[in-house]
C-alpha cells in the first residue's frame, strides 16, 4: 500500500501553531476514544510540543474534550538520562501536562531510561509495548497518534542521520548510539511510527526553514530521517509556522 501524500498546515506563528495542534490532538483522541474505547498517543520532546501539553493542561475546553481515563500514554525517544533530568522527555511532558490531569498512573508508559545499559532499556519498552498491545511475532503496534517534532538536522524522535536505527525493520524500539553527542537515544524505530494512525509533526521557526523544505521536497531519507516517516496506511499532518514555511511554495 502506498503511502498518502503529507498534509501541510501553515499557521501564523508559534502560538497558534500549538493551538492548532492542541485542537487537532483533542479532536483525534476523542474520535478514538468513542471508535475502540481506548487511545493510544505517542508523546515527543522539544519546546513545540511543550507548548501544546502546556494548553492541553490548563485550557478548560480542551480539557474536557480528552478522553482522559481512556488515554494511555508513551514516548516516542528518550535521552539515556533519569527521569528526573532536565534532559528528560518523560520530566518534560509530565511536568507541563501529565501531573495537571487527571490521569490514572497506569496509563503513563515511561521508558526506563535511567538504567545503566541503554539497550536494557530499550528491551524492556519493546517488551512492554508488545504486553500492551498483545503482539505476536513480526506484528507492530497501531498507535492511535503520534506527535514527532523535527530537528534542524533533519532528525525526528531519536532517528538522526546516518545512524544504525534508520536501518532496523524488525525491533520495535532500540537503543540508537549518536556520535555527535557521544550517547545512546531510546527511540521507537521506523516501522513502529508508519504503523500509526494519524502522525502529527509539529515545527516551529525560521531557523527550521531550510531544512523543512529540503524534508518534503527532497528525497535523502539517510540524509534527512524525517522522511522515513510515512505512514502505509494512516494520515501524515505536516502543523508549522509561517517562520517554518517560509521557504515552501504552493506546489509543495
Not at 522515513?228 to 502543523?239: E, Y
Amino acid at each position: 500500500m502506498l503511502a498518502p501524500k503529507p498534509e501541510i498546515r501553515i499557521a501564523a506563528n508559534a502560538e497558534e501553531l500549538s493551538r492548532a495542534a492542541a485542537a487537532e490532538f483533542a479532536r483525534r483522541t476523542k474520535e478514538a476514544a468513542q471508535r475502540k474505547g481506548l487511545v493510544t498517543v505517542v508523546l515527543s520532546g522539544g519546546s513545540t510540543p511543550k507548548n501544546l501539553y502546556s494548553l492541553l493542561a490548563s485550557e478548560q475546553l480542551l480539557r474536557a474534550q480528552l478522553p482522559l481515563c481512556q488515554m494511555h500514554f508513551f514516548w516516542g525517544d528518550e535521552r539515556h538520562v533519569p527521569p528526573d533530568h532536565p534532559e528528560s522527555n518523560y520530566r518534560m511532558a509530565n511536568e507541563a501536562m501529565l501531573t495537571s490531569l487527571p490521569v490514572p498512573p497506569a496509563n503513563i508508559h515511561r521508558i526506563k531510561s535511567e538504567y545503566q545499559d541503554a539497550k536494557q532499556a530499550a528491551d524492556e519498552y519493546e517488551q512492554q509495548l508488545r504486553h500492551f498491545f498483545q503482539l505476536q511475532a513480526g506484528e507492530f503496534p497501531r498507535f492511535d497518534l503520534v506527535l514527532l517534532g523535527m530537528g534542524p538536522d533533519g532528525h525526528t524522535a531519536s532517528l538522526f542521520p546516518g545512524t544504525a536505527a534508520l536501518h532496523e525493520r524488525e525491533r520495535l524500539v532500540v537503543a540508537n548510539w549518536v556520535a555527535k553527542f557521544n550517547a545512546y537515544r531510546i527511540t521507537m524505530t521506523v516501522p513502529v511510527l508508519n504503523q500509526a494512525a494519524c502522525v502529527i509533526f509539529l515545527v516551529s521557526g525560521e531557523e527550521k526553514a531550510e531544512m523543512l523544505r529540503a524534508v518534503l521536497c527532497g528525497d535523502r531519507a539517510e540524509l534527512y530521517p524525517s522522511q522515513l516517516i510515512r505512514p502505509v496506511n494512516g494520515a501524515l499532518l505536516w502543523l508549522v509556522d509561517r517562520a517554518a514555511a517560509r521557504l515552501l511554495s504552493e506546489e509543495d
